[in-house]
């Protein structure tokens, strides 16, 4: 079954990378794009991705506000936060709001794809965590 | 015959972005990725590319740190840089590096071919705000009308490698390591840069660094999100 990605960004060339390095995965699929944590909540309630790919700091609507309101209204889909800020205190802010897995962007070529599969199955991926690291 | 871009940028995530947006461009090429400035500097000396796009904030050498040794390698090169911030001081800095373009990252998706194809043609690109400083004439004065001389200057351009690598965490010795040279000559540029700077310690230095450019930050928006973690999922 294909896994149906939505990719949130304000900056189009980090969608177009990260769109790059999730469509070398067979079975993936990004399914929409979104470019701020506004035009995230719409498109996720419109198409019901299974993961959505959320950057933190965009315009109009915060990553971690978008998180939340994504979470509260569509309960089976997972929010992978993929970020510049490698903040501990920001992860935790991100697990809070419910993310599922939380990835540094200048680690993304290690971490994305693993962190993508993790959460599409509902584990959680952290590669920022103090005392943890991978899936669990 | 095929333009000949490389492309410098610490984040592959972002390197992919530029590839497959400039690779779509019929007759351009990507003959080489760089992921710091020292990197970027030595593959452009092997490669000979017809242009150059540099991320400012890299690690190792940042993009301005890394045009200035292109220009001085090449003359002739052609260098656009990318930053997240489009401040008087890095447009200046920028200019005084020697690029020929300049290009704000969240607006790259829409200058960034716009700019390659102003270089391949022997012209120069900048956003609008730089367009407005040099015809303005900012180059001779600063933005107030007086004269202005940025701090960055008070440093030779060894200092402001030194003063980078300090920023970003290494040790004396990695610094030594990281630009081939004696610890010993290493803390000496530290202790020369500190006593220029009025430093008094690797805080300062990263606080300067931030102010000045030499790295760049984006600081996060952390938000108090006052919800019970159970009620979230």
Known sequence: ?136 | MKLRILIADDHEVVRRGLCTLLQSHEGWEICGEATDGRTAVEKARQLKPDVIILDIGMPNLNGLAATRQLVQQDPLCKVIVLTITDSDQVIREALDAGARGFVLKSDAARDLVTAVEALQRNRMFFTPRVNDMVLNGFLGRGSNGSSHAPQLPQLTPREREVIQLLAEGKSSKEVASSLNLSTKTAETHRSNIMRKLGLHSIRDVVVYAVKNNIIQVQLPQLTITGDDPAAST
């Open chain 1, 1 to 136: 079954m294909t896994i149906r990605i939505l990719i949130a960004d304000d900056h189009p060339v980090v969608r177009r990378g990260l769109k790059s390095l999730i469509g070398e995965r067979a079975g993936w699929e990004v399914i929409a794009e979104a470019v701020d944590g506004e035009e995230a909540v719409e498109i996720a309630d419109q198409l019901s991705p299974d993961v959505v790919v959320l950057d933190v700091t965009m315009p109009r609507m915060h990553g971690l506000e978008a998180c939340r309101l994504i979470r509260q209204s569509l309960p089976n889909c997972e929010v992978l936060m993929v970020t510049q800020h490698d903040s501990p205190q920001m992860m935790r802010e991100a697990l809070l709001c419910g993310a599922k897995g939380y990835v540094v962007k200048s680690n993304a070529p290690r971490d994305l794809l693993a962190a993508v599969e993790a959460v599409s199955q509902h584990k959680n991926f952290v590669a920022r965590a103090p005392e943890t690291r991978g899936s669990n």
